[in-house]
């Protein structure tokens, strides 16, 4: 006869092997995965939770796979999507042209992250802050895909992102890549490096307008470190912008932000220094 005990653990086993009890990820901007996500999480249950996807790329040898993984920039965890095959990079915004997720958001979403780790996303300004700030410095990559195919690259080496007393202002370092730089050099004089954070509810930059509200027809530019007000803008979501690689007449079809740690400066702590003995 079936005992009381072996018809509990047949139900609880069946709840685990349906997903009903899985371990419930403790991340921050858990709302950037589905609850039926929760399972992608690639280091769901590791005891270590590393500080970013370079951490975890380096310790796995170079063998993790791309994919979402738990990271903890500062004291509370977040999921974050990992180009593992690129050596390690934590991607802090992916959109696709013509995205069904909308970029036109408010200061408190860009703030804290929006659409989905798995597709189109900003991974939110507090976390790029904290991943940026160090220790040790980051570099940011940008990658550029266009209509046939065509794939452009660059980094500015260093890169920061203030905090938000701060306005999330933009700090970047030297350029170097195949994509043109449209951050730091400008023909159109709108430079980006330097500038504040601005979203539709918040306008902190030099143009007379926000240029978060301006429309290209009938989308908004979305939040973004305008001038007065852009050489670049990769949120806005019909027309990927990175001047003369990304634009109306030459569409890009993807693009993507990342950060991982400036390989040109390693961390010196003082146990790693020896002392000469004379
Ligand atoms: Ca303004």
């Known amino acids: 006869m079936e005992t009381l005990s072996s018809r509990v653990v047949a139900f609880l086993s069946m709840l685990i092997s349906t997903g009903a009890l899985a371990v419930q990820p403790h991340a921050k901007n858990i709302h950037l995965l ?48 990992c180009a593992m095959q690129e050596g390690g990079w934590t991607v802090i915004q992916h959109i696709t042209v013509n995205s069904s997720v909308d970029f036109d958001r408010s200061w408190e979403e860009y703030k804290l992250g929006f659409g989905s780790l798995t597709g189109n996303h900003w991974l939110g300004n507090d976390y790029i802050h904290q991943l940026t ?58 430079l980006h490096d330097n500038q504040k954070f601005t979203t539709k509810d918040r306008d902190n930059d030099n143009y007379y307008q926000n240029c978060a509200k301006l429309q290209f027809q009938g989308v908004a530019g979305g939040g973004w470190w305008y001038d007065a007000c852009a050489g670049a803008n990769l949120n806005r979501r019909n027309v990927i912008y990175w001047q003369k690689d990304c634009n109306k007449e030459h569409l890009c079809k993807y693009a993507w932000m990342m950060v991982k740690p400036s390989e040109t400066v390693k ?12």
């Open 34 to 81: 589905s609850s039926e996500e929760h399972k992608f999480i690639l280091n769901l249950g590791h005891k270590e939770i590393p500080r970013d996807c370079y951490d975890l790329w380096e310790g796995s040898g170079a063998k993790s796979p791309d994919g979402v993984y738990l990271i903890k920039p500062a004291d509370t965890p977040i999921v974050a999507y």
């Open 133 to 190: 700030v160090g220790p040790g410095r980051y570099k940011l990559g940008i990658k550029l895909v266009d209509k046939d195919a065509v794939t452009k690259t660059g980094e500015y080496d260093p890169v920061l992102v203030e905090g938000e007393d701060a306005q999330y202002r933009l700090r970047l370092g030297l350029y170097q890549g195949t994509a043109l730089d449209a951050l730091t050099l400008d023909p159109e004089n709108y």
């Open 267 to 278: 961390i010196i702590r003082p146990a790693d220094c020896k002392r000469d003995e004379l």
